[in-house]
């Protein structure tokens, strides 16, 4: 299984909003709502912050926000702020019932 | 709140097996979850291993199925897992992860960092 396809960096300055985009093919991302994303710090696991594809877990920043249309996901993060720079990674479930990391987006807040 | 807490030795040399170990804590490893391993690369990215459930059934990453042993044990609320004939491309900071439903990755051990060298 190949890894899905993010961009290796997105910028943006404080307030500003950003879109990381993840695409998979229709063996994963497009065939099933089980998308997922990550935010890691270095040095740091990662974090879940959003979940089926759009859902956020309690305690989550509602700056946040995920979609997807056919094969590829977006995470969104609005109002930029300097502790959202980080390493960014999605993840999908796949048709073999295994799971695929995207190749990670780092954000920087400019 | 749950934790996890991998352990396993730091060094393997090359062809050996690497073995770690994810002590659970802050809930039972019998609930109605999976229990994952993710690995990392220095500098690079995420890597799924694969998932084993409390039952003893597990899912391999394709890639690394050959090689991938996982158990669990739940007198010890633990789980393991065991990669085979490493090589330095084995080289990474495993992490052990808690999956909740089919995305949530939700909780994380803080990793360990294992090198395969001679």
């Known amino acids: 299984q190949s890894a899905l396809t993010q961009p290796a960096s997105v910028s943006g300055s404080p307030g500003q909003s950003i879109t990381i985009s993840c695409t998979g093919t229709s063996s994963d991302v497009g065939n099933y709502n089980y998308v997922s994303w990550y935010q890691q710090h270095p040095g740091k696991a990662p974090k879940l912050i959003i979940y089926?594809?759009?859902n956020r877990p309690s305690g989550v920043s509602d700056r946040f926000s995920g979609s997807k249309s056919g094969n590829t996901a977006s995470l969104t993060l609005s109002g930029l702020q300097a502790e959202d720079e980080a390493d960014y990674y999605c993840n999908s479930f796949t048709s073999s019932s295994t799971y695929v990391f995207g190749t990670g987006t780092k954000v920087s807040v400019l | 709140q749950v934790q996890l807490q991998e352990s396993g030795p730091g060094l393997v040399e090359p062809s050996g097996t690497l073995s770690l170990t994810c002590a659970v804590s802050?809930?039972?490893?019998?609930?109605?979850?999976?229990w994952s391993w993710v690995r990392q690369p220095p500098g690079k990215g995420l890597e799924w291993i694969g998932e084993?459930?409390?039952?003893?059934?597990?899912n391999y990453n394709p890639s690394l199925k050959s090689r991938v042993t996982m158990s669990i044990d739940k007198s010890k609320n633990q789980f393991s897992l065991n990669l085979s004939s490493v090589t330095a491309a084995d080289t990474a900071v495993y992490y052990c992860?808690?999956?909740?439903?089919?995305?949530?990755?939700?909780?994380w051990g803080r990793g360990t960092l294992v090198a395969v060298s001679s």
């Open positions: 992860a808690r999956k909740a439903s089919a995305t949530q990755f939700d909780y």
């Open positions: 802050g809930g039972s490893i019998s609930r109605s979850v999976w």
């Open positions: 084993i459930y409390h039952s003893g059934s597990s």
């Open positions: 089926d594809v759009s």
